[in-house]
């Protein structure tokens, strides 16, 4: 059981875990074991909650297919634990991000004070800059 939140879990039947060969360096060891996970989640059929299921699917992100399935392929240790480990955690930090909700953003007026400040350096800057000008020969 994978747990995301208090209330949120995820069962073990629900994730499709398959070893594979890794890709990359590693020497020999990387040509004869299978060190690397993918793994599958479908978020349709899973027991996911609806508002989770909608945003995950919502979301543009690069490990969800247009299907919504989520895949992920952990291959960056070289044991096959610790990166079914690393591979689960990335999972459950997507589902969390999908949970999360944004705090709404007010819109508000610059103060009169911070009006004033903002004409005031402009005036400065110009008055600066005027100064650049080139010189009369009277």
Do not use: C, W
Request: aromatic share 2%.
């Amino acid at each position: 059981m994978l747990q995301i939140t208090n209330t949120v879990s995820v069962s073990d039947d629900e994730i499709e875990i398959t070893a594979i060969r890794a890709q990359g360096n590693g020497g020999q060891n990387v040509n004869k074991s299978s060190t690397a996970i993918h793994l599958r989640f479908d978020i349709r059929s899973s027991s996911l909650p609806s508002l989770y299921q909608e945003r995950l699917l919502a979301m543009s992100h690069h490990l969800i297919t247009p299907d919504g399935v989520i895949i992920i392929k952990a291959q960056e240790y070289r044991s096959q634990e610790m990166n079914r480990e690393a591979a689960l955690a990335r999972l459950t930090e997507l589902i969390k991000s999908a949970g999360v909700v944004e705090k709404v953003r007010r819109p508000t007026k610059p103060s009169r004070n911070a009006k004033r400040k903002r004409v005031e350096s402009k005036t400065r800057r110009g008055v600066t800059k005027s100064l650049r000008g080139k010189v009369s020969t009277d």
